[in-house]
């Protein structure tokens, strides 16, 4: 069987910090390890417009910048195909008839759904759609026959959620569709990265992200006020390394080499976290050196992103091109499942022949 992959985004914003060590970073090295028969990146448009129907500005001018951040990353369109969503509209057409295995409590015990309804004050009255979105997910995975789906823990309900649609499929109508797996960021710190502010996760509606397109000063000044140990006021003071995010971001980005180029009066992490612990060193420093180590792995990002931005032409064009061609793999998936679903009625002679036996040779 052929590997595959699919994953993708929902074009809401920017993309930041915590999608590049959540998914962006992981996407590359997938992309680049040349495991994988076909490697295919969403931009989840009409996913978006689910709970942003009423802004759809917003939606499309979005669909460019998310596909500026994949260019800038690293996400190679002649290894990856790279898609819009609604323009395929095979996709509609199988979330029409694979919500016929899906009960509707089933989608309200989905918890991520169970979250976003209440993230979204959705508590009294769910539009349809929004509800229905991990049915549309099912048909992003499956019309391209996804083995693998790489995304963060978030989604870890929504590939539940399509394994249970294919098995149900397969049981109803015969084997048809590939089974997927998820296929999360084995590093447990780079699954959640917190926001500046320490809170539980990077998002844009909490004004705690770092922007892959930031520019050099507010990735300074966003590193400056990040929250800290607020008991350690004076540099003598004992400090906790434990949800003080400065650490927490060390953890995930700090290299040995880092410490040689910048912080050279510690060997590693645990030196300076030890020295932290027992006092005398000031939030000054470690900020600096974490300004320093993200200063050097988002610049060649944003000067890539600026350079694409100066010939978006060539983007449009990486996204017109990928999403013609993965319509035809769509295309494929919804002639086979709706043969398996003896709905192909002008797909070839059979049905004619069907129906002249029956009612023609009594
Ligand atoms: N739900 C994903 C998000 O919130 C976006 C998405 C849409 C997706 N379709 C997908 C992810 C298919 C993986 C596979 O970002």
Redesign the pocket.
């Known amino acids: 069987m052929k590997k595959i992959i ?5 074009p809401t914003g920017r993309l930041h910090l915590g999608h590049y060590v959540g998914s962006l970073k992981n996407r590359v090295a997938l992309q680049n390890s040349g495991e994988f028969d076909k490697i295919y990146i ?1 931009i ?1 448009d009409a ?1 978006a417009l689910t709970d942003n129907f009423d802004n759809p500005s917003k939606v499309r001018n979005n669909v460019i910048e998310v596909a500026l951040d994949y260019l800038a990353v690293g996400i190679d369109p002649e290894k990856t195909t790279i898609l819009i ?1 609604s323009e395929v509209s095979e996709l509609t057409e199988l979330t029409f008839y694979y919500m016929n295995l899906v009960t509707l409590s089933r989608l309200q015990r989905n918890p991520t759904v169970k979250n976003e309804i209440g993230l979204r004050g959705f508590e009294k009255s769910i539009p349809v759609g929004f509800l229905n ?1 991990p049915i ?2 099912a048909a ?2 499956t019309a391209f026959d ?1 083995t693998c ?1 790489p ?2 823990v ?2 870890l309900p ?2 539940e959620q399509t394994r249970e649609i294919v098995h149900s499929f397969n049981n109803v109508y015969g084997n048809t569709l590939v089974m997927p797996e998820a296929k999360i960021p084995e590093n447990e710190l780079e699954q959640r990265l917190p926001g500046t502010d320490g809170k539980a996760k990077m998002s844009k509606s909490l004004g705690n992200c770092i922007y892959l397109a930031d520019d050099a000063e507010t990735i300074r000044k966003k590193v400056m006020s990040m929250y800290t140990d607020p008991n350690h006021i004076k540099i003598d003071d004992p400090g906790q390394v434990e949800g003080n995010v400065v650490f927490t971001y060390l953890d995930v980005f700090a290299k040995d080499e880092d410490f040689v180029k910048y912080l050279p009066e510690y060997k590693n992490l645990d030196e300076l976290k030890d020295h932290y612990r027992r006092g005398g060193l000031g939030d000054m420093v470690i900020k600096k050196f974490l300004n320093n180590i993200l200063q050097e792995l988002l610049k060649p990002i944003r000067e890539r992103r600026e350079e694409l931005s100066q010939n978006i032409e060539y983007v449009y064009r990486v996204l017109e091109k990928g999403t013609n061609d993965a319509r035809k793999h769509a295309k494929e998936t919804l002639r086979r499942v709706k043969q398996a679903m003896k709905i192909d009625y002008f797909e070839n002679d059979e049905f004619l022949k069907e129906i002249i036996d029956k009612y023609q040779e009594k």
């Not at 699919?6 to 929902?10: A, E, F, I, S, V």
């Open positions: 699919l994953t993708g985004d929902r969403m989840a996913q969503q979105y549309s997910q992003d995975i996804a789906v995304v963060g978030d989604q929504m590939i």
